[in-house]
């Protein structure tokens, strides 16, 4: 049976929201209802992260350079060559762009535990990556689309960025704020609640797929085209990284903590940000971004797999 928080419920409601599309057509699902359903995962993503103990990240020094140079050298360079084969459909090239660059901050955490990486390693610079994906997508995703995607596209994000990922992460902080001083009560609470991320984030695929699907079902096949660019990340990434990881000088425990971190990337959090583009041009791009991150969920769960036999030791 599928756990609450495992990854696999990502590609389930996407298959899911476009098969209810199929069925029922355009049924108008208010846009209300799907940011809801995301602040929720924003929410519960951020009760995962040590928001309040940043500095943590501080004591890894050599993993977080590493994860710097992946995410702002490695992923950018990778992502740029990939999203070429698509310069035809620029809404796709878009979606496919904003879910790699983006640094994933949740899903990848249990996988890195179950692979037997060092999960402390890495968990402190996730509140920073998560703040990266906000400030610094957006101007990469001008410079790689050859200035297709402007600033006046990012003006139409800023509410969005501000009710489905600000304020649910900063009620997130508050809630661990709270839990210092009743920490007996909160603590448990907190974790089996932000254990449920995953299911959380197949409900909010499921309702934004089948509300986006309905209105564009000839184009629908087209996401066909994203599976092999996003397979082909996924297998690239992993010399890339290690290499990075070994020049580092970590060991291993560290470098599939690295590896794995590399691979997720942030489209869950991503996706509601993208619906609010404008429809005509950008209609796609909410669907491009969770096919990639269904594509890189079930990803995560081969690298789950394969971390510790193609990084051995202790």
Same mark, same amino acid.
């Given at each position: 049976m599928t756990s609450a928080g495992s990854p696999v419920w990502l590609p389930l409601g996407l298959v899911g929201g476009i098969a209810l599309a199929n069925v029922t057509g355009d049924i108008g699902i208010p846009t209300a209802v799907v940011y809801s359903a995301f602040g929720i995962v924003a929410f519960l993503v951020g009760l995962s992260l040590p928001l309040l103990?940043?500095?943590?990240?501080?004591?890894?020094a050599r993993v977080w350079r590493a994860l710097l140079i992946i995410n702002l050298v490695a992923v950018p360079l990778l992502s740029f060559v990939l999203s070429r084969i698509l310069w035809r459909s620029p809404d796709l090239q878009l979606g496919l762009l904003l879910a790699l660059?983006?640094?994933?901050?949740?899903?990848?955490i249990p996988i890195i535990r179950r692979a037997g990486g060092d999960v402390e390693s890495v968990l402190g610079i996730t509140p920073l990556l998560l703040l990266g994906q906000l400030l610094v997508v957006p101007p990469l995703a001008i410079l790689l689309t050859g200035g297709l995607f402007t600033v006046a596209d990012i003006s139409r994000t800023l509410g969005p960025i501000a009710m489905v990922v600000g304020l649910?992460? &900063? +009620?997130?902080?508050?809630?661990?704020?709270?839990?210092?001083?009743?920490?007996?009560?909160?603590l448990p609470l907190r974790l089996r609640v932000s254990s449920l991320t995953g299911v959380a984030a197949g409900v909010a695929f499921l309702l934004t797929a089948w509300s986006e699907a309905s209105t564009r079902l000839e184009r629908v096949s087209e996401l066909s085209w994203l599976v092999p660019l996003a397979i082909a990340f996924l297998v690239l990434m992993a010399p890339i990284t290690l290499l990075v990881a070994g020049l580092a000088g970590v060991d291993a425990d560290k470098r599939r903590a690295i590896l794995i971190s590399a691979v997720g990337r942030g489209g869950m959090v991503i996706t509601p940000i993208t619906l609010a583009l404008?429809?005509?041009?950008?209609?796609?791009?909410?669907?491009?971004?969770?096919?990639?991150?269904?594509?890189? &969920? +079930?990803?995560l769960?081969?690298?789950?797999?394969?971390s510790p036999e193609i990084v051995p030791g202790r």
């Open positions: 103990s940043v500095g943590r990240f501080v004591g890894n660059l983006a640094p994933g901050v949740a899903l990848s649910p992460v &900063a +009620l997130a902080a508050l809630y661990q704020a709270l839990e210092r001083r009743h920490q007996k009560r909160l404008e429809t005509d041009y950008w209609s796609m791009v909410a669907l491009a971004v969770m096919t990639q991150a269904s594509v890189e &969920a +079930l990803g769960m081969v690298y789950r797999s394969i």
